[in-house]
């Protein structure tokens, strides 16, 4: 189902402070732990990423199984797969946020923690793009200068790195189109229902690729000890608790609103990147980041403002 975009942010202030609170407060718990996912991956090194990756898929169908069948979701899980519209949807969010994985998984085995970072601290800016030439949304005054001062930190970091940032863009567009494609889905698929389709999706080539790690022996899962496959196993956890957190947020949420929400991982990325992966960070590539965070400062501003134009709004 096809919202306008006010539709779409009447829908969600008809939802009521509690809602929008609710949402708030899922949308801060999934970006701070996707903050802190860097650290994780620490304990799970000796596997590639394409391991990773196919293990978070597997054990993450595991996990929103047991959900379903706690919460008793099934026949709401089997109803969403009769729906031809949001199975389309949902089957281009499963290869977006897949896309997402691998290449932020590379980044943080291979020494490009802080580029990655740097996607993150992008991807508001594409989200916010997003909802402007899809949704119609009207931007603000500052809004409009934090995507210049975007655009200013890309070109900057292109001649800091010697070559485009390939890394942080794939992350920023694959995680905003991903966050788009899931805005559109409609509020008959549920954040746990939805989850459970995109990783169900995923599943068989996922679950084929371990099987044909472990045949040739060149897997980790099986191989690196009980300790590493516990490890591997609740990646299951790790990666469903904070998508699940997101959906949820991005159902309450206008699109602009979830941009702003997702400062809080990257810095957190950033400050792992520097402390405990002690990557390089030189004057030229610090110049680029301070642009983004000049950006980012700017859609903090404007939105600590925007309750005080509702409450104008009302008032008049």
């Known amino acids: 189902m096809t919202q306008t975009p006010?539709?779409?942010?009447?829908t969600a202030i008809a939802g009521g402070p509690a809602e929008r609170t609710r949402g708030l407060l899922q949308g801060l718990g999934a970006y701070g732990l996707w903050g802190l996912l860097p650290l994780y991956f620490l304990t799970i090194a000796i596997a590639s990423p394409w391991e990773i990756v196919a293990s978070r898929i597997v054990w993450s169908l595991v996990f929103c199984a047991i959900l379903l069948t706690v919460t008793k979701n099934w026949g709401h899980f089997l109803a969403l797969g009769r729906d031809r519209q949001a199975m389309v949807r949902l089957s281009v969010a499963s290869v977006l946020i897949a896309v997402n994985w691998l290449t932020y998984t590379y980044a943080v085995l291979n020494g490009h923690a802080a580029e990655a970072a740097l996607g993150y601290f992008i991807n508001p800016l594409v989200s916010i793009a997003l909802g402007v030439i899809f949704l119609k949304e009207k931007l603000r005054r500052?809004?409009?200068?934090?995507i210049g001062f975007g655009l200013a930190a890309v070109i900057t970091l292109t001649f800091a790195y010697g070559n485009v940032p390939y890394i942080a863009l794939t992350l920023a567009f694959s995680f905003g189109l991903y966050g788009f494609v899931k805005n559109r889905v409609?509020?008959?698929?549920?954040?746990l229902t939805s989850l459970s389709m995109e990783t169900a999706i995923l599943a068989l080539p996922a679950?084929?690729?371990l099987v044909w790690l472990v045949a040739s022996n060149t897997d980790t899962v099986l191989s690196a000890g009980p300790a590493h496959f516990w490890l591997l196993a609740a990646s299951g956890i790790i990666t469903a608790v904070p998508l699940l957190l997101f959906g949820a947020a991005a159902?309450?949420?206008p699109l602009t609103t979830l941009g702003t929400l997702q400062f809080l991982a990257p810095i957190l990325q950033f400050i792992v990147a520097l402390v405990v992966f002690n990557e390089p960070m030189p004057v030229e590539r610090l110049i680029g980041f301070a642009l983004v965070w000049v950006a980012v400062a700017m859609l903090c501003i404007d939105m600590a403002r925007q309750p005080r134009r509702l409450t104008a709004i009302k008032v008049s």
């Not at 006010?6 to 009447?10: E, V």
């Not at 500052?142 to 934090?146: C, F, R, S």
């Open 251 to 253: 159902r309450r949420l």
């Open 6 to 10: 006010s539709t779409a942010t009447t």
């Open 142 to 146: 500052l809004q409009w200068v934090a």
């Open 186 to 191: 409609g509020r008959t698929a549920t954040a």
């Open 207 to 209: 679950l084929g690729f």
